[in-house]
């Protein structure tokens, strides 16, 4: 039989981004918290995703770096050299996760293991292997259950041939050749690493470009670096058949680009394509919230249709980052506490961590000349950058799109060495409407990455120093 | 040694300042008799000069603080000395400081800083629209591109139908009058008593004597001087009209000082008549002219503009018949006069054309009441149809 409900001033569902840093936002303002959490604390950000592809990524571009460079004698060891990476990236995981149970028992926030479910719009049931163990109360629910992917017909994962993000992360062998769907940031962060390792890769995008959310001069620019090292790139492309035989490549998978139909055999096929909110064993229908396109829907304010019940990060879907998942979980706190802040989504960077890095933030060039008519553009090269000439991180470059009059800049699009560090000089810019003419003001540090958006800045203005005019 | 610079008494009545401008800022050179700081006391703004030579150390309340006088509000130091809380020096507390400063009415100090982002500033400046007047909503009240554009949504409407504004910042005297009109009209319970007098004998009068005090004193005679001769006698009758209330007394003043509202390009002022009642009326011409002269060149001192207890407010060569004042706090009452014009009136039984004025006081019905009121404006009537009483 089932204890009396605990009471609780606000329940999340949920511990990853969207769920942890409004726990503890909320913890420091003397609400009490509860946290339900049905697989790993810390959800897929710490645990699937953000974190350890990072370790991984890193690692992978340790072993490209040697190789290049001719340091590497024997190439057999790649195997070796890939299980030590998966061993670097779980001491990672297992450092922030305990790191953010740390933090979650520093404000007294109770972490409760176990599915969560509705009864009402204000209780919750948990669930521990199917057994109903706990009801929870409070006046106030985030739901933050993160999202997970969806299968598109004919391509269904099944854990061994065809396999999602997770699967990768317990990989134990390199594939002998590996198709991957989907060409958006996380399919080229895949691509990044496994194309280190020497794996070749079949990138397969829908849509006419891959990175389709990001600045086309990315998606063009890019396409051309995974060219150059020998990655097969087929957008406008979509797989119409798979077939199973059992041989050393079971995997045959048929694609239909531009009309023409191509049959290709794959060791493993990687899916990293769609995604829905995860919500289905949340009873949601009893809390009343209602859903959008397989996600929970939200106002502004993070409110979902259910008075009392809020809702942020992967779930509410938009897009999949933990930095959007960080703002919607503070958003969704500061309105539960009465400020009425609303979500601001230009201002969340876009990134990819892949080689090259990639990062956006604001208007794209297309975005911003739709909405302001004409723009002005500022652009710089690394190539012409000297601490890219010293490291020989010659590829990509920096592009800022203002607006005419006052110059407020629009956007930044960086494509190149650090630009998911680089662009939070145009998100601090953006955010606090530093223009163009003031970035012109500073003194950047030489030699540095970051010079190459002075640059840049100066270049609005055909002002730029080290780089060759017309 | 280090000089603390302490908040200046200027005048009897001066209880506390305001801190408008600082002239000088912290780490700036200010020689002994320099403008300092401007100070706004309730009756008048005025440059408060360095008591000292060296550098402005510490500023200890900035600019909008009020602080009663002899706080500490600056410490002025030579470069390089070490300033230790037990070395400053107050200076001698005296009484009163002497009163070189003139009424300030303008002043080009450097304005404060304000934070604002380059966008927003770029589309002020473009529109013309004074920072100063925007509300910031960003971080810590900075002001952001959206503030500038709500500003000028709200402030410039359709432009084709409305002209655009200008803005004047309510500072200086302005912000004096705005600040003391307010306060009065709020606090102080006003009524009003109205009477029509005929001008004949006091404007025989001022025929008789306007020759002989040109002559006398090379000044002119007007009535206003006729005025406030009348009204000094009338008070000496009724010494509950000649007072003031502070806290839960009133204050029957003994010396009956006659201000008498004065108007300049940018406001008002009421320079005071001290002793009217014991002055002639060859002296209240002198020192009325000599008064009128000084607040046109913004002169006036604030002992010359301090320590009223009545107000006179004649409003008869503005062309207007007839006003309520609102009462010039501390003060009881405020005469407002109109015009004089020839009219038709009942006279000695037939209908006659006689040259008529309207009186109106304004009371505070704190200190006294509608009898109290009525019978010190007949006794003005009286006076002004009657100017031998004068003599009486």
Known sequence: ?470 | MATTVIMPKLGLTMTEGTIEKWLKQEGDRVEKGEPLVEIITEKINFQYESPASGVLRKILHHEGETVPVTTPIAIIAEEGEAVAEGEMVKPEVPVEVPLPAAVQRESKAPSKRIFVSPIARKIAQEKRIDLSTIQGSGPMGRIIKMDVLKAIEKGVAPPVRKPSEKTIPLKGIRRIIAKRMTESFQNVPHFYLSLEIDMTACLALHEQLREEVERRVRQRLTLTDILVKVIASALKEHPIINSRIEGDQIHLIEEINIGVAIALEDGLIVPVIRHADQKSLTEIAVTLRELTQKAKEGKLSLEEVGGGTFTLSNMGMLGIDKFNAIINPPECSILGVGRTVQKPVFYGGEIKVRPMAWFSLSSDHRIVDGATAASFLNDIKKLVENPPYLLL
């Open chain 1, 1 to 470: 039989m089932q204890n009396e409900p605990k009471i609780f001033d606000l329940i999340i569902i949920g511990s990853g981004p969207g769920g942890y840093l409004p726990a503890i936002l909320s913890a420091q303002k003397g609400l009490s918290v509860a946290v339900v959490e049905k697989r790993d604390l810390g959800g897929t950000c710490l645990n699937r995703g953000c974190i350890p592809t990072k370790a991984l990524l890193h690692e992978a571009f340790l072993w490209d770096a040697f190789d290049q460079s001719g340091l590497i004698r024997n190439k057999d060891e790649v195997a070796s050299h890939f299980k030590k990476a998966l061993e670097k990236k779980n001491a990672a995981v297992q450092q922030v996760v305990s790191g953010l149970r740390n933090l979650l028992s520093r404000d007294r926030i109770t972490v409760i293991q176990g599915e969560a479910c509705f009864l009402n719009p204000r209780t919750i049931g948990v669930k521990r292997d199917g057994k109903a163990v706990e009801t929870l109360e409070a006046d106030r629910i985030l739901i933050a259950s993160g999202a997970v992917p969806k299968d598109e017909n004919p391509v269904k994962r099944d854990g061994r041939y065809v396999i999602g993000s997770d699967d990768v992360l317990t990989m134990t062998d390199l594939p002998a050749n590996l198709a991957i769907i989907g060409g958006g940031r996380r399919g080229l962060e895949f691509t990044t690493f496994f194309n280190a390792y020497g794996v070749p890769i079949t990138l397969i995008e829908k849509e006419n470009r891959i990175l389709p959310k990001m600045e086309r001069e990315i998606s063009i620019r890019c396409k051309g670096l995974l060219a150059k090292r020998k990655v097969k790139v087929l957008t406008e492309a979509s797989v119409v058949s798979i077939d199973f035989i059992e041989r050393e490549m079971p995997v045959d998978l048929t694609v239909v680009q531009k009309g023409k139909k191509e049959t290709s055999s794959f060791q493993k096929v990687l899916v990293v394509g769609e995604r829905r909110g995860n919500i289905e064993d949340l009873d949601i229908e009893k809390a009343s919230v209602s859903l959008k396109d397989g996600f929970i829907f939200v106002d502004s304010h993070m409110k979902t249709s259910s008075a009392g019940i809020y809702a942020a990060g992967d779930v509410v879907g938009k897009a999949f980052y933990a930095h959007k998942a960080f703002h919607e979980g503070k958003i969704a706190v500061e309105n539960m506490l009465g400020k009425e802040s609303e979500a601001d989504y230009r201002m969340i960077p876009k990134c990819l961590y892949g080689y090259p890095e990639a990062a956006s933030i604001g208007l794209t060039e297309e975005e911003a000349t739709k909405e302001y008519g004409e723009v002005q553009i500022g652009k710089f090269p690394f190539m012409a950058c000297g601490r890219s000439i010293a490291t020989g991180n010659l590829e990509g470059m920096v592009k800022i799109i203002s607006e005419k009059k006052y110059g407020e800049i629009l956007g930044v699009h960086i494509l190149g060495p650090h630009a998911t560090e680089l662009i939070h000089l145009g998100t601090m810019a953006m955010r606090h409407e530093i223009g163009v003419e003031e970035i012109k003001e500073m003194i950047f540090a030489h030699p540095t990455f970051s010079e190459s958006f002075l640059e840049a800045a100066l270049d609005t203005y055909g002002e730029a120093i080290h780089m060759m005019k017309g």
